[in-house]
């Protein structure tokens, strides 16, 4: 391996040879490229599917109601359904363990006025629970908290875009809002990934928006982020479940569709994780048959090689060369190319997935990247396999008898 004079008879083998070293060479660097650039790709994907559910929690269930459409139970159709505190204590309480967070929401428009500034805003009655509900992030000051909720304090948190709107200039904490004709301390603001329409709502304690509207004990939708170790289909079924006891505390007929309404998140992200396995699967496919495709590749090219060489390999064989010498110079020279192939594949590979960066966003295809461990698998899985390509018709050849080798065309 450290032998000077072996390094120097490869080097000029190589160069005696660029064509046959650059077809070697390109066939172990495009298998490299091509894997590199399509698992990036399928990252890229992956990554886009991730951030499409970022704007709300992933593990999303959403309780609401209408009218019925069905006569039950001696009730008649066309009744309003109503959600109320008891019931989302009821929902909570049914099946603790498999709920991770969740709050109640009263919503209504209203006028808001700070000093000579005014308009009508979304005010969201919640709890504590609602910042991780809706995935904020609190850009100054905190959040409702469950002390706000007992007290039925008149406190609010702010969007971004209500902050931009009314109070403008400094700092929005502290400051007092008049929602309502009621005076409101802003205690945080919050920025929302959904947006300006998110941005441009206001959150105060449910106690306090009911305490409101003359006391009433009202929700207008419960939302629950399910407990995350649940699979889809358990995620589904507790969902299924949440309806059936739901429709059965308020008379609504098992098969009215439309009083009661939950929407679960779970549904979607089972076909869509189905999705995105098919997509992984398609790609990890293609990529480890491009490996292959460079496996086979560079086996053919180096039984070529060494059949080439029978000639030079009967020369040394008659001037007293063994088969380990000429098979360890075989092997030498095939994980050189290899190697240095290899780490050009790998280079072009990742500067081509760096150069597009996000400028494929628009084909859902989102910081496409490959992680340095799978990219060290399939460079090693290629330069043993070019030590195997070359091992093998090198070791056939170091067999042949000398005479045999010397008379081959």
């Known amino acids: 391996m450290f032998d000077l004079d072996r390094w120097q008879e490869i080097f000029s083998s190589i160069r005696s ?19 590199i650039v ?18 709300d929690a992933q593990n999303l269930i959403s309780i609401s109601t209408g009218k019925t459409t069905i006569a039950y139970d001696g009730l008649q159709s066309d009744r309003q359904v109503t959600l109320t505190n008891q019931d989302y204590d009821a929902i909570i309480d049914s099946d603790p363990e498999k709920v991770q967070f969740s709050t109640p929401r009263y919503s209504t428009n209203l006028m808001v006025k700070y000093g000579k500034e005014s308009g009508n805003y979304q005010i969201s009655g919640a709890n504590e629970d609602e910042i991780r509900i809706e995935n904020r992030k609190i850009l100054n ?47 945080g603001v919050f920025s929302d990934d959904g947006g300006d329409w998110d941005e441009r709502m206001i959150s105060i304690p449910i106690t306090t928006l009911q305490q409101m509207k003359k006391g009433s004990d009202t929700v207008s939708t419960v939302f629950i982020a399910y407990n995350e170790n649940l699979t889809p289909e358990e995620a589904i079924k507790y969902g299924d479940q949440i309806k059936k006891e739901l429709k059965a505390q308020k008379n609504v007929s098992p098969d009215d569709e439309n009083a009661v309404y939950v929407n679960n998140r779970a549904e979607g992200l089972k076909d869509s994780f189905m999705f995105l396995f098919v997509i992984t699967m398609i790609v990890g496919f293609i990529g480890l ?12 090219i180096m039984v070529y090689i060494v059949k080439e060489r029978t000639q030079e390999i009967g020369v040394r064989k008659a001037i007293g060369a063994k088969p380990k010498s000429i098979v360890g110079l ?10 240095v192939s290899g780490l050009i594949g790998v280079g072009l590979g990742v500067l081509t997935l760096m150069l597009v960066g996000d400028s494929l966003e628009k084909y859902f295809i989102k910081d496409p990247n490959v992680g340095w ?29 000398p005479i045999e080798a010397l008379r081959a065309e």
Not at 169 to 176: A, I, L, M, Q
Not at 330 to 339: A, K, L, N
Not at 384 to 392: D, E, K, W
């Open 373 to 401: 461990g799978l990219i060290l698998a399939a460079f090693v899985s290629l330069v043993l396999s070019g030590l195997i390509a070359g091992f093998v018709p090198a070791y056939r050849a170091s067999r042949i008898k």
């Open 38 to 55: 399509l698992f990036g790709i399928g990252k890229g994907l992956q990554n886009a599917f991730s951030e499409g559910f970022t704007r």
């Open 17 to 35: 040879n660029i064509l046959r070293t650059v077809l070697s060479g390109f066939t172990v660097a495009l298998g490299l490229y091509i894997f």
């Open 289 to 300: 048959g491009t490996l292959l495709a460079g496996i086979i590749g560079i086996s053919n």
């Open 141 to 187: 000051g905190r959040t409702i908290s469950p002390g706000d909720v007992d007290r039925k304090a008149n406190v609010a948190v702010i969007g971004r875009m209500v902050q931009r709107d009314l109070i403008k200039d400094g700092n929005p904490v502290g400051k007092d809002l008049i929602i309502n004709g009621t005076f409101f301390k802003v205690v």
């Open 330 to 339: 075989i092997m030498q020279e095939s994980m050189v190319i290899t190697v």
